[in-house]
């Protein structure tokens, strides 16, 4: 149980600290050119919110855990693409995706209901 709150925790924590600082994150999607920055923005925060606190309650938890993985892969495509970049810029966003890679994993036992 205290698993799910932490996991789901951290998605309602990150989530919410988008929304505090919304206008300086939208504007850094517009700079990398996303279609509809605060759109997307206010969007994914929402998905990150609502099914964190879904998972950290079990209100439909594999749903929730499901639809937390995509999330997770969207924005780890999209937001951390190491491999544009070289150098210590690389190595930082590198081990964010990899840090992802493994709370994708978590969240696919989270999403099993046995």
Partial sequence: ML??????????????????KFRTIAAQLAERHFPFPAVLLAAGSSVEIIAGLCLATGMGRPYASLALVVFTIAAS????????????E??????AFTINIAVIGGLLLAA???
């Fill in 3 to 20: 698993g799910f709150v932490l996991l789901g925790g951290v998605f309602v924590w990150a989530g919410a600290g988008h929304f505090l």
């Fill in 77 to 88: 495509v999209m937001m951390l693409d190491f491999w544009r970049y070289s150098g210590p």
């Fill in 90 to 95: 690389r190595q930082g966003l590198r081990s």
């Fill in 112 to 114: 099993n209901p046995h």
